[in-house]
């Protein structure tokens, strides 16, 4: 029985975001909590590359009826991806995170998250050493001044106006955290997943289907509330905005506790506070700023420019209006991979493993 786990382990650290082994062997124990052994056995019958359910009963065998069931029953088990692309629905091997861990949402408990709390630094640890980074900031765009260039992976208004489908969801991180006796004071219904088809989620919804309408709200309630932007680490084809704390997030955290730099990409911005105006509340510090790039120097709060991640929390809550976003030089702007499949082929030169896509 163990074996069909360790094989699954090792399938997922083959993949660029990698799953890598412990001492304690507590990422076989969270594939044994979240797969039976016949669910952990088709799982690596999938292959990381988009296939219809045609395509994947012709491959294994089986016919399409009986292999749409199987399909269907691993995506709502959060074992597999499964999303509409060119009109057809789709279903691949995804990474353990961001992927299976995060479809664990509606099958999070105590226990799981006590498991990852445990696997937590091995795991970011690893996923946030190897560039790109996993996933990058956009900005508070209503921060920004209208007259600078913005390119579409830093425009999160953007990214609402020109999806088609919108689904809210409860941010697992905080879940996780709650169960553990961490509750943080953020609201648990922050997370969207976005997408460019029509009624992309009506059929297998793990949230609520929401309008483009309440999709902007939430981005709106998630900037006054002082959470920040997060997104892959791409330039087209995003399909989730999170919007995160530094108390909760894994990526945030990977910043701040495991020494992860590559779990988040920094924006092209950085946080100026202009001294004149500034009266030293502490707002920005002590409230928004979820890094801790603000000190206090000299009677007035300074942004550290090299810890600021370029978010804008700051940005929003300053009373005297005196944090604004400032594009940082070019000569200091990392662009992203073109979409996911790129982030796959760079991530697998970076940490020097084969790219296996079937």
């Not at 669910?39 to 590359?49: F, G, I």
Request: net charge negative; charged share 25%.
């Amino acid at each position: 029985m163990t074996d069909v786990y360790k094989r699954l382990a090792t399938r997922l650290d083959e993949l660029p975001s990698g799953y890598p082994a412990t001492q304690s062997g507590v990422e076989i124990e969270i594939l044994e909590h979240i797969f039976t052994p016949e669910e952990a056995e088709m799982t690596l019958k999938m292959r990381s590359v988009p296939e219809t359910v045609e395509q994947v009963a012709e491959r294994l065998g089986k016919p399409v009826p009986e292999m749409q069931e199987v399909l269907d029953h691993m995506f709502q088990q959060g074992h597999i991806a499964s999303f509409k692309m060119f009109g057809q629905r789709m279903y691949m091997l995804f990474p353990f995170l961001v992927g299976i861990y995060e479809f664990q949402l509606n099958r999070m408990d105590k226990k799981l998250a006590e498991m990852f709390e445990e696997y937590a630094p091995n795991l970011i640890g690893q996923l946030g050493s190897f560039e790109p980074a996993l996933g990058r900031v956009i900005p508070v765009s209503t921060e920004i001044d209208a007259e600078q260039q913005v390119h579409r992976y830093e425009d999160v208004q953007r990214m609402i106006e020109e999806a088609k489908s919108f689904q809210l969801m409860e941010c697992i991180c905080r879940k996780e955290q709650a169960l553990q006796g961490k509750k943080c004071s953020h609201k648990l219904e922050t997370c969207l997943a976005i997408s460019g088809e029509e009624e992309a989620f009506d059929r297998f919804p793990r949230g609520k289907v929401i309008s483009r309408g309440e999709a902007r709200k939430v981005i709106r309630d998630a900037e006054e509330d002082g959470l920040v932007h997060f997104s892959y680490n791409v330039r087209e084809g995003h399909a989730f905005v999170c919007n995160c704390c530094s108390c909760c997030c894994a990526g945030l955290r990977g910043i701040k506790e495991f020494n992860a730099p590559q779990m988040v990409a920094k924006s092209h911005f950085v946080a100026v506070i202009d001294p004149d105006g500034c009266t030293a509340c502490g707002v920005c510090a002590d409230e928004r700023c979820p890094v801790d790039a603000i000190v206090m120097e000299n009677g007035y709060s300074r942004v550290v420019e090299e810890r600021c991640i370029g978010c804008g929390a700051c940005t929003t809550s300053c009373p005297t209006e005196s944090v604004s976003l400032v594009r940082k030089p070019v000569s200091e702007h990392d662009t992203p991979p073109a979409n996911l499949m790129q982030w796959y082929e760079d991530r697998a030169a970076s940490r020097g493993v084969e790219l296996k896509l079937g």
